[in-house]
Nanobody, 122 residues
């Protein structure tokens, strides 16, 4: 059974750093694209960062460029999101997703984790 599991979310103060982890299991092949999305109540889920197999292509949302770094696990079946200089607007539930296209369109991702919450306060 394919499963994605996120971890690492917690409460921090603005300016601090966090590392989120996404563990993937059950895949018989390496998902082409692993992505992090985030969502706050009342808003659509938005793409934050994605990385393709082997780390060949990486994309970031403009709002996190220069602050967040995505990397793929050595076995290529998981991913990390290093978040520096966290801001209040980074408050959200963060989801890991796996799919076949390197695009920030949630409908293109077949597998999702349950999410991990990041709370930033000043």
């Amino acid at each position: 059974q394919i499963r994605l599991a996120e971890s690492g979310g917690r409460s921090v103060q603005a300016g601090e750093s966090l590392r989120l982890s996404c563990t993937a299991s059950g895949f018989t092949y390496r998902p082409y694209s692993l992505a992090w999305f985030r969502q706050v109540p009342g808003k659509e889920r938005e793409g934050v960062a994605l990385v393709t197999s082997g780390g060949r292509y990486i994309k970031y949302a403009d709002s996190v460029k220069g602050r967040f770094t995505i990397s793929r696990a050595k076995d290529n079946n998981g991913a990390f999101l290093h978040m520096n200089n966290l801001k209040l607007e980074d408050n959200a539930m963060y989801y890991c997703a796996a799919g076949g296209e390197a695009i920030f369109d949630p409908s293109k991702y077949r597998w999702w984790g349950q999410g991990t919450r990041v709370s930033v306060s000043d």
